[in-house]
């Protein structure tokens, strides 16, 4: 009985999806772009984890994590890239004076 009850413990909880994102990310894209989503889905609980930690899908219960980086995330880990990212530097004109702006970098 209480091996049952351990691996019951264990089952992701039907309807519950836990998803981890950077703070960021999840201010500035995810939860603007929900709008809508419970009314869609009310059989769907969501549950956000916003960390710059890198979430255990095992330990931590993570059903789907956004990362920034590169493969390979790991053996067991299928990842799909969402879009391409610009980094882009941006100075204060006060700044850089009567310097020109590189166009490469240093």
Same mark, same amino acid.
């Given at each position: 009985?209480?091996? @049952?009850?351990?691996?019951?413990?264990?089952?992701?909880?039907?309807? @519950?999806?836990?998803?981890?994102?950077?703070?960021?990310?999840?201010?500035?894209?995810? =939860?603007?772009?929900?709008?809508? %989503?419970?009314?869609?889905?009310?059989?769907?609980?969501? @549950?956000? %984890?916003?960390?710059?930690?890198?979430?255990?899908?095992?330990?931590?219960? =993570?059903?789907?994590? &956004?990362?920034?980086?590169r493969p390979p995330f790991g053996a067991s880990i299928e990842a &799909?890239?969402?879009?391409?990212?610009? %980094? =882009?530097?941006?100075?204060?004109?006060?700044? %850089?004076?009567?310097?020109?702006?590189? &166009?490469?970098?240093?």
């Amino acid at each position: 009985d209480e091996m @049952r009850q351990a691996t019951a413990a264990l089952r992701p909880t039907p309807g @519950r999806v836990t998803i981890s994102v950077t703070p960021s990310f999840a201010a500035k894209w995810l =939860i603007p772009n929900m709008a809508g %989503l419970a009314e869609r889905h009310p059989d769907v609980d969501l @549950r956000i %984890l916003a960390t710059e930690k890198v979430s255990s899908f095992h330990g931590d219960g =993570i059903d789907l994590a &956004v990362r920034q980086g590169r493969p390979p995330f790991g053996a067991s880990i299928e990842a &799909v890239l969402l879009f391409a990212q610009e %980094l =882009i530097a941006v100075a204060a004109p006060e700044l %850089l004076g009567d310097r020109t702006v590189p &166009v490469t970098p240093a």
